[in-house]
Structures are given as C-alpha cells and as structure tokens.
C-alpha cells in the first residue's frame, strides 16, 4: 500500500514535470515565431499610407524620396506614434534641436541610426526660436530666424539633409520640383543649394511675390533653377503634380519638395510641443490653443499630427485669408476650392484648393482624393471640436498689424497678422475661452522685412532687415521665364537635365 501510495505521487510529479516541459517547448516556439523574424530589424519600422488608398505603403526613406503617391495622394503615418505627457514634460529643459530628435525619432526609427540623425537636426536648427508675450498668457511664436526668415527653412532645412543622406547611401540623385506661392522656393533653394546628389527646380507665379522673396531664390545659381511663370500658383502646382506622373520624365528621377512631402510635415510638429514645453505653467490639465495662419495646411498638419500624438492642445484656430474654402466646410460638410485664388497681402496662403486637406480629411477618418472629391466624409462633428476656422479679409489684416503694433509693440507681417487676427476673433466670439491663465499661441511664419511696402504703406516703417536677407539687392539674378503650359515646361525639363 505505502509503496504504491509513493509511486503514485511519483507519477503524479512524474506528469507534473511532462506537462511544463509540454508548456515551455510551446511558448519557447510561439516565441520564435513570433519574435525572431523581426530581430534583424531590431523593430519594425513605422510604414506610411497614400490617402487615396490605392498605392504600396512605403518606409520613411522611400515615401521622402518618392514625394507624392504613384495614386497621387500623399503619404501618412500608417498610425499616428504616441508621446507620453513625461516625456513632453522633459522638454521643457531641452534645446530645439533635442526636441526635434525626441519627436522626429517616433516617426524614423528603424530607418536612420541615433547619431545620424542627431547630427542632422543638430545642423538643421541652429537658430532661435523666440515666444513673444503679447498681453496675459497670449504668445507669438517667431518662426522667422532662419536662414531666409520664413518658417519653411524648419522644414526644408531638415528634408533637405535627410533626402541627401539617404541618396548618398543609395548612389543616387534626383531633380526636386517645386512650386511656391512665395516662401517655400527660397526656403527649399537655400535648404538643398550645394548638395552635390540634388538638382532643384523651383517654380513661382510671377505676379504673386516680392522681389525681395524671388532676389533669395535668383541670386543663389549652382544646382539651383528658377521658372518665372505666367500663371498663379495653382497653376504652378498643376504643371508640377502633372510632371511627376509624366512617364516621359521617369528617368530624371522626380520628387517633391512641397508640403506634399512627408518629409516637410514631419519636421513642423516638433515646434508645437517645444512652444507648449517652454510655456506650460506645470498646472495638471493644462491645455493649449494655438492660431495658425494656413495656405496649403502644412504647418497646421505639423499641429495636428503633434496633438494626436499626444500634446494637450485644447483648439487649433486654422486662419485663412480670403481663400475661405476651409471654413465653408469645416461648418457645412461641403467642399468647394476657389477657382482662380484670390489675392491677398498675406501671398503665400494665396490657395484656393490646400494640398494637405487630404491629409486632414484622412486623421479624421475620411477620404478625400486630390482633386477634392469627397470619397468618404471627415468625422465633422470631431472636427469642429477640435477645429476652429476663420476667415481673415485684407482689411483685418492691415488693421491687425497696425493695432498689433501701436498697442503692444508687436511687429507682425500679413501672414502672423491673419494668424492673430484669428485668435482674437476666436477669443471674442468664445468668451468662455477669453480666460487671463488660458495659454494661447499664434504663429508668425515670415519675417516683417520680407514685406517691407505693406508694413510701409500700414505702419509707416521700414522693418530692420535680419542678418540674412541683406546683401541680395546687388546680387546678380538669374531665371528663365515660362507660360502656363505644360508642354514648353516639359521642354525645358528635357533640354536641362
Ligand atoms: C507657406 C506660408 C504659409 C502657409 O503655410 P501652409 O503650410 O501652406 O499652410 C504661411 N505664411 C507664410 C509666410 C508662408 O510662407
């Protein structure tokens, strides 16, 4: 009895031992299966869609050096990486160049080493970033120290060296075609003049911008070339989008600098949460409002991208000037661009049809193809919670700029001008919102000097020129001049390159 009583436990045991050894032989496979294929890559990297659906989605590097979609819709995050509210709260003791790193890594990792990319933002964000107090809690945030003083050097500085560092891995080069309603020509020509593995092609409506604006891009040479063009700037953007799928000039190897790429969004979160980093009160809870003055939505898609990341943003007021299309469906679900855009003062959001709507459309849960046809409605209702648009007229802008500067000493240009236009509108109309400790933001995005007759004729003045737009009236320029034709531009894209 006793000994059959031992063996029995034995057994018991015996079985006991079988069934773990059952039990980690299953989980040590359904380890390997699971986790060993993806070791080679340490982790996978982060893919991006096209918003119409229809193409491959790519890594970072080929999506950056493909511009737009072969289904010409533009590239996004497959999902949108997080951010805790710790690790915003460690950026407060960052310098930008940090918190571009930090931010940036979310979306590259995988696809560029730490050092590599360390480098690269070190280099690209090596000026300042001023947050001006106005009156109360209410900041202007000066994206306007950069090279050619306007906030796409943030950008294109950081797009430019990414694309020239994964080129040179590959051996290759490529033609960057660019239309620019003023700002993004020079940002970008400055940004990638020099780069031995990059030609760039900019193109800009002739009657649109300053001469200061066009003197910063004719004045450079090199890989540089500049179109003069008979037409608006839709227009420009027309022949641009039309090249890029002309399987003709395949072989010149064609991408995108325009806030169609996704290279240039990625760059315009990062001074979202370093505004909001520098500015927070340390307060549980506290949330942001921040203004945008917007043409083809980039910069705001850099907000919008870093709120559902995780930054604490209570509104983005999306300021337009008299190219109201976005307000006219923000509040009535119908989409209708304006054909020609008007002109306004503030010439860079001169856009009557914004490229990166699509993007928008597409982070909430819409689709909307690049003609601005409607697939699949926006989440309206999500959207007017977090969104608030409003239109600026010229008339408001002027008198923005004048109130601006004779009670609070503050110099704005007619772009950072329609932007705070916005949030006093925003502010009047919303007086639960009108608080003293409410932290608000409004981005100035140029320069005053870049505008010297307008801020004249308003002010009276003539605004200090920065540091690096002196010197340009006796340089040299050099561009040739084009119809609104796309044949003749395709001419002069075969004969040049
Ligand atoms: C490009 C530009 C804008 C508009 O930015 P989007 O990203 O196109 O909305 C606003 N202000 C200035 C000075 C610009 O150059």
Known sequence: MKKNGN?????????????????????LFSF??????????????????????????????????????PDKGLYMPEYIPGISMKEIESFTGKEYYEIAFDVSRKFLAGEISDNDLMNIVKEAYNYDVPLEPVFERKYIMRLDQGPTASFKDFAARMMGRLMHYYLRKENKSLTILTATSGDTGSAVANAFYGLDNINIVVLFPQAEVTDRQRKQMTTLGKNVHILAMDAKFDDCQALVKQAFIDPDLAQLNLSSANSINIGRLIPQTVYYFYAFAKLRTGKPGEKVIFSVPSGNFGDMMGGVIAFKMGLPVKKFIIATNENDEFPKYLYSGIYKKIEPSRNCISSAMNVGHPSNLSRLVAVYHGVMDETGKIHKQADLGLMRKELWSVCIPDTKTRDTIADAYLNHHILLEPHGSVGWAGLMEYLHRNPGEDRPDQLCISLETAHPAKFPDE????????????????GLETKPETFGKLENNYLSFKEYLQKTF
Request: no cysteine; glycine share 2%; hydrophobic share 50%.
């Open 7 to 27: 063996s029995n436990i034995f057994f018991i045991i015996w079985q006991y031992f079988i069934s773990l050894f059952r039990y980690f032989t299953i989980s």
């Open 32 to 69: 390997l299966i699971l986790f060993l294929p993806k070791q080679p890559f340490m982790s996978s990297p982060l893919l991006f869609r096209s918003t119409n659906l229809k193409s491959e989605p790519l890594t970072f590097s080929r999506a950056l050096l493909q511009g737009l979609a």
């Open 455 to 470: 801020i004249k004729a308003i002010l009276g003045i003539d605004p200090p020129l920065p540091e690096s737009l002196q």
